[in-house]
């Protein structure tokens, strides 16, 4: 049994949010999606019991970090709030990064709807219409890497660490470059060829990007002031572990880019793809084979890079656990979960 009632009620969502935003300014339609998301999302995470454990806290999180970046932009419950980083005052690249981000929440947001059951449902309904539960993971992680762009489009460019009294670059800088990185090489993939994606291993690229961003979200890279990974490191004596992050995401930096330049300029054909880029790409004259080969290697490393990431913020925690114990817990979730 398909669940063509509720793809009927996202597909008209969807069309109504593309014809608002042709025909209305920037703003109007970008505060129409997110407003959208929020509902859709607040009905989804209603599901959810808070014995659900991980899914239900997972999406907390992402629920909060969505609001809290909405009321900022002024694109959520903007009648009531002073927004930090005004969406009317952004760049064009921007707003257009962040309309093509909540465009693409549509799918993440219609693939969790029917993958949640509704608990007003009966039970042979549930059973029937709804996707096994175990794939709300993938969709927890696809929505976490939309939001966390959605959250980079925003943020102001660090200035450097003026506490280190060091040039060593900041760490939110260089999470803000490697996520590019994947962006970049996701992208390529997609307009490159089929026949290329299919040498790779299953999952290629979204196991050590969803890793890599959740680590990043966990160990609270993403914020600034107390909370930052990086005030974490300037407040303790742990210098070291503080280098093999910095050393991990410029290796991750470093893979993503070697990737990016194995791959094609634009969808060609499997027996063309050699010939459509030789003018332009130095490894023009390698075959799908050795283009997969070569890519399936900057994978291993993207996962080695986030095996070492986990281990350094692991042990960041043990020093905080040493010392005063202080928000320690989110952290060695990432440890263990990465």
């Not at 932009?73 to 930090?84: D, F, H, M, V």
């Not at 890793?211 to 005030?231: H, M, P």
């Amino acid at each position: 049994m398909t669940n063509e009632p509720q793809k009927s009620r996202f597909d008209a969502q969807v069309s109504s949010a593309f014809t608002n935003y042709d025909e209305v300014d920037d703003i109007k339609g970008a505060r129409d999606f997110a407003k959208r998301h929020m509902d859709n999302f607040t009905e989804i995470l209603g599901r959810f019991d808070k014995t659900d454990g991980l899914a239900y806290t997972h999406l907390q999180t992402e629920y909060d970090c969505l609001k809290i970046w909405g009321i900022d932009t002024g694109l959520y419950q903007y009648e009531r709030n002073k927004p930090k980083r005004d969406f009317r005052n952004l760049s064009s690249v921007a707003k257009s990064s962040i309309i093509g981000s909540l465009e693409d929440m549509e799918v993440q947001m219609y693939l969790m709807d029917i993958t949640v059951p509704n608990k007003k449902q009966s039970s042979a309904k549930r059973l029937h219409k709804f996707l096994p539960r175990p794939f709300l993971g993938l969709w927890v992680d696809g929505l976490r890497c939309i939001i966390v762009t959605l959250e980079l489009s925003v943020d102001l460019e660090d200035e450097s660490n003026a506490k280190r009294g060091d040039t060593s670059p900041n760490l939110k800088t260089l999470f803000r470059r490697c996520a590019a990185g994947y962006t970049t090489v996701f992208k390529r993939i997609n307009e490159g060829s089929s026949s290329l994606e299919d040498k790779l291993p299953t999952g290629h690229m979204k196991g050590p990007r969803n890793s890599f961003i959740r680590w990043g979200r966990e160990t609270g890279v993403l914020l600034d002031g107390k909370s930052s990974l990086e005030t974490k490191f300037v407040d303790s004596d742990k210098s070291e572990s503080r280098s093999q992050i910095v050393n991990s995401l410029l290796s991750i930096e470093s893979a993503l880019g070697a990737m990016s330049g194995l791959l094609p300029e634009k969808r060609v054909s499997g027996k063309d793809l050699p010939a459509a880029d030789a003018d332009e790409n130095s490894n023009s004259n390698l075959s799908l084979t050795e283009r997969a080969k070569g890519l399936t290697e900057q994978i291993m490393v993207l996962q080695r890079c986030n095996e070492s990431l986990a281990k350094a913020a692991k042990a960041l925690v043990d020093y905080s656990i040493g010392s005063n114990g202080s928000n320690a817990g989110a952290v060695d979730n990432t440890a263990t979960d990465t």
